[in-house]
């Protein structure tokens, strides 16, 4: 069979030009330095450290303003180009040949909660950075440009609600109404964005919100599973569907030396049963070919909670969380039909009040960039597993915006015993890094695609 010499010069160029793109993968690969980008998470960590090994760095306070100071004098170092938009998001561009184009962006959060965990939101922030610097080193070419950002207010804590900065950014959010908002000493939110936008003026250009072509965000993952399945890293399919099953009791409260058993109308005794019965149904529910539930008591009040006392009310609130809202409605009102049940059956003498709280519906994430994870984490050999997010998240708003996003996350080895300062091993920074990188690179070089 003949062969003509146009199609020869066809498959010589498709060779080359994969063997070009292997080149720079390999290339940026190698530039990215988990020691230089562990010692940073080591050098933020000090900023509102607590004694319990613990943060306070509340949105656009004084550690908040100071760790933003310090991400931005490293990015200087390197000419990266900063910006703060309206609502404070703080960017950081390596720019593209195509300067208008939206950027591939890889995010985090700087802001905390109060005894917040020290890499909490942090990870993606400096992830993102040394993915430019990575590249910066290796002297590799964007076609359109890639940002960090450090998203505003992610926490809510101080100034609600949670997530401001991104539901700003694609108009779920008012940025007039939000700038009203007061904090509980009485500070505006309008006059601490204005002193941000004052401390960093000889520097920091205000942008407007500019959209976002593709969203990568590495997450420190919040609870055990991943370090406990000795996993690299999760990749994650969506955020959790969320609901809450609110629990009122109500007895009387009187002594407990002199309150015979026949007299007693303890409403904590019922509640005990009920949540027991709660968990059995969740085991019930819970099958190989269903999404995981996870479920908990996550508010339990007791009144009066006084020694020598039993309780006349107590108030439950029961989470669960599951990457599918219609089997989570279904098991909410399950539980629901349950807990009338037993309270009628129960000889515990109380008054019972059961309401079911839908608080947030399943959010897929982008499968396409979901896969493209996929694909690289498998050819680095990583260990690693599907997972869902079951906290609110940035990732999530945008997803919810039609933005294409997709996440990570990182073990946390602190429930390995571990100390929190350290519960971020170096080679999962580096294993993390390098797939984001690879991924967003790739990205930045597709053109519209």
């Not at 965990?117 to 990575?134: N, R, S």
């Not at 009040?353 to 690289?376: A, N, T």
């Amino acid at each position: 069979m003949l062969v003509s010499p146009q199609a020869l010069a066809g498959c010589f160029e498709g060779s080359i030009g994969a063997m070009v793109e292997l080149d720079q993968q390999q290339k940026l690969r190698r530039a990215i330095d988990e020691g230089r980008l562990y010692a940073r998470h080591q050098r933020m960590a000090q900023i509102g450290a607590l004694a319990n090994d613990t943060v306070d760095r509340a949105a656009f306070s004084v550690e908040d303003l100071a760790s933003r100071s310090l991400l931005v004098n490293w990015a200087e170092d390197r000419d990266f180009e900063v910006y703060l938009d309206e609502i404070a998001n703080l960017s950081i561009r390596l720019p593209g040949q195509d300067r208008e184009a939206p950027p591939v962006v890889i995010g985090g959060h700087i802001d905390t909660v109060t005894e917040g965990h020290p890499f909490d939101g942090l990870t993606g922030v400096l992830i993102g950075l040394e993915v430019l610097e990575a590249i910066q080193d290796s002297g590799l070419e964007l076609q359109r440009s890639i940002e960090t950002i450090a998203w505003s207010n992610v926490q809510g804590d101080r100034f609600p609600p949670a997530l401001m900065g991104a539901q700003v950014k694609v108009g779920m959010l008012s940025l007039e109404a939000c700038r009203a908002l007061v904090d509980e000493r009485g500070i505006r939110l309008d006059d601490t964005l204005e002193r941000m936008f004052e401390t960093f003026s000889s520097a920091l250009p205000r942008s407007r919100l500019n959209p976002i072509a593709q969203y990568l965000e590495p997450m420190f993952d919040a609870g055990p599973s991943l370090a406990d399945s000795d996993m690299t890293l999760g990749i994650v399919d969506g955020v959790d569907a969320h609901g809450v099953l609110k629990l009122r009791l109500a007895g009387r409260s009187s002594p407990v030396g002199a309150t015979d058993r026949e007299h007693r109308r303890d409403p904590l005794i019922g509640g005990m049963q009920l949540v027991a019965a709660l968990e059995g149904l969740v085991n019930e529910w819970s099958t190989d070919d269903q999404p995981q539930i996870r479920s908990a008591v996550a508010k339990l009040n007791i009144d009066p909670f006084l020694p020598g006392s039993v309780p006349a009310r107590i108030a439950i609130d029961w989470s669960v969380y599951m990457g599918n809202e219609d089997r989570l409605k279904a098991l909410l009102e399950a539980a629901q039909e349950l807990v009338m049940n037993l309270s009628v059956e129960g000889d515990w003498r109380v008054t019972v009040g059961c309401d079911i709280k839908q608080l947030r519906g399943y959010q897929p994430l982008d499968e396409k960039l979901s896969d493209q994870l996929r694909r690289e984490a498998k050819h680095a050999s990583l260990r690693w597993t599907d997972v869902t997010c079951g906290r609110s998240s940035t990732v999530g708003v945008l997803a919810a915006a039609e933005i294409p996003a997709a996440a990570i996350m990182l073990p946390n080895r602190s429930y390995l015993g571990i100390d929190r300062n350290r519960s971020l091993a170096k080679p999962d920074l580096g294993h993390a890094a390098r797939l984001i990188g690879a991924v967003a690179f790739d990205l930045a070089n597709q053109g519209d695609g």
